[in-house]
């Protein structure tokens, strides 16, 4: 079956110039941290939500504009074609420091920009809408210029792999591949625990016991029934002392494994996950590769929301770059990548294709039935045990999702045997 037609709607190259970046005060290079300003991102005219905040630097005239990603927005053809007006890119660009606590009321609102996108071809082909100055508001004085904001917004095809369980993954569901409104199927899952006795109390609260989860295990298998990927526990998921609740100084962790074609299996990746200390309703997460002939690679790192649910997104080029990486910088007139840092442990992440848009996995929050749903990127599957790797990832985040519940609550009874 052919991919689903997404489009990827990259803004970025952001800088300001004005008149006074060009006095003797600015001869230097300005960095952000001494001229807060900032803009916000939004995609309009489309069923899409958020919004993305990024600094913008101040440069000089004889500085050249930074080659730096702002924001990304992904949309799917089905999204596209139920617009209910053309779609555009709006920026505002605001003067002051953006803060969680005071939002954008403290900040001076210097100007907004509106960039109209015709996204009908760009899941064909790459699209450029601007690049390049454009005034940041009217001048109301003509005895001065004007400030200039730089930015590129481009579009460009990002065709993906949609897979959708038929269940949870507790329940040892069939999953299928998807593509509008039909659907084949592809892979089945069998959950399982390598223990006899995988749920083990070890100590007496008041009112309850408190256990340690572990054993648990998901193998995927083709239509033939070879398995293709396994997902398994092996650290528990355990409470912290004196609490009800797995820390992020002790988290849970699956490992990924792959077929090795002789027999064996070799790992691939490794999946932690906690509940967050500061927010109760939300279970952190951290995904690393691991590869044979090097250090582990982090590739994503966020939370989920343990009441609504969302998404474990392994994104190079917009997410969370590699902790220990340069983030590199992106030449978004050309769509190619240019050297900064060292740049050797991110070609490192080039030479194992992990670039780009990799995967996205949706999760349901608790009490709801999770019937996950994964994208891959075309580009990061070459075989039927790669997107089976990403097929067991999804359901460890899934079930982590589960283990990480308060260990005053009950597990369902496909999870306690």
Known sequence: MDPCPFVRILVGNLAVKSPASSKPSFSGKVHPSSSPLFCAIKLKGVDYRGSNVATVPLISETESHPHTLAASFDLSKAQILKASKKPQIQISVYKGRSTTSCGFSSAKLLGKISVPLD??????RPCMFHNGWHALAKNTCHNSPPQLLHFTVRAEPDPRFVFRFDGEPECSPQVFQVKGDVKQPVF???FSFRDKNPVQFHSVSANHLTAERKGWSITVHDLSGSPVAAASMVTPFVPSPGSQRVSRSNPGA???????????WKPWGRLEAWREPNNSNAVGYRFEVLPATADPVTLAASTISSQHGGKLTIDVISGVTPVNTPRGSWDLGSGSRTGSGSGSDF?????ILYKGFVMSAKVD???????????VGVQHVTCTEDAAAFVALAAAMDLSMDACKLFSQKLRKELRQ
């Open 365 to 375: 929050g608790e009490g709801k039935c999770s019937k996950p749903e994964v994208e």
């Open 254 to 264: 699956w490992l990924i494994i792959r077929p090795d074609g002789d027999g064996t």
């Open 188 to 190: 089945t899952c069998k």
């Open 119 to 124: 996204l009908t071809i760009a899941d064909t």
């Open 347 to 351: 070609g490192f992440v080039q030479q």
